[in-house]
């Protein structure tokens, strides 16, 4: 019980709650108001049996208002969705995942937004988790989300040192981050809040990537050793609704309007979205 109460009167000067006001209330107001300076960016997903995130995650980016959207898919799709302005078709690969002629597609629409969103449904196939883990050594904003976290698993080395990156994990998620790159802490779903939010204090600052994740009726943010957690009410909305992609692209789109604060995304995102349920 002490070791806790240490950790709290420790953790002051680097966790934040978001409780009533906003904490970061320039990003909130300051969204763009022309579309022509509103951000561009790529929603990636989707294989052949399933698109949904991708679908959610695109009627987000629209709904936020960012001001372009590209959709990259397998091409295995392509008698399965209505084709349009944004959607691009890449090789995909007998799984109907992609495939690794995919790559060039991917990097293009990757070099032409301001940030990317992984947003899943990419299936188990081990061609397509060499093509995203290629993708990833390309520069630039990404989030990374869902099974594509589980999907490139063995390259999480590359995934916690790439700068530019957030991901939106589950806890077993986390778990399984920590236990790939031999992370010398171990986290749990007993763990006290405030055990975990030390934890994930000290896991970024030794890696320059990115987190968010639920634990205990809480949203936590973590960058650069500094943590945001906020509580939210199950009774109002499911955990379930973290990983549909409107929470992503929410961050993924306050993350391309304000590249510099990464935290302050994050914690918008989450807060819009949350006034948007009441």
Known sequence: MRSSNNSARGSAAWWRKQEGEALFPEIEWNRPE????????????????GFNAVSMGFAAAER??????????????????????????A????????????????RAVGTWADVSVLV???????????????????????????????LVMDAAGKLVEREGTVL?????????????????????????????????HKFTVTYPVGV???????????????????KIEETRWSPLTLWSGEVTVRIAAYWAWNPEN???????????????RL
């Open 262 to 276: 990464v935290m302050g995304a994050i914690v918008t995102g989450w807060r819009e979205y949350d006034i948007l």
């Open 120 to 150: 899943g449904d990419l299936g188990k196939n081990s061609e397509t988790a060499v093509v995203v883990e290629e993708f990833l050594d390309l520069t630039g904003q990404v989030v990374v989300t869902r099974d594509t976290v589980d």
């Open 64 to 89: 936020i208002g960012v001001g372009e959207v590209r959709v990259l898919m397998p091409d295995v799709l392509k008698k399965k969705v209505p084709g349009g302005a944004g959607m691009i078709f």
């Open 168 to 200: 939106v994990l589950t806890m077993g998620q986390v778990q399984k981050l920590f236990r790939a790159v031999y992370y010398p802490k171990m986290v749990t779903f007993s763990m006290q809040l405030v055990n975990l939010v030390e934890v994930l």
């Open 212 to 230: 968010m994740t639920f634990h205990q009726g809480n949203l936590m943010a973590a960058k650069s050793g500094e943590v945001v957690t906020m």
């Open 34 to 49: 022309q579309k022509s300076l509103a951000g561009k960016m790529a929603v990636i997903g989707g294989n052949g049996l």
């Open 91 to 106: 090789g995909s690969n007998g799984s109907g995942g992609f495939g690794k002629e995919a790559l060039s597609e991917m």
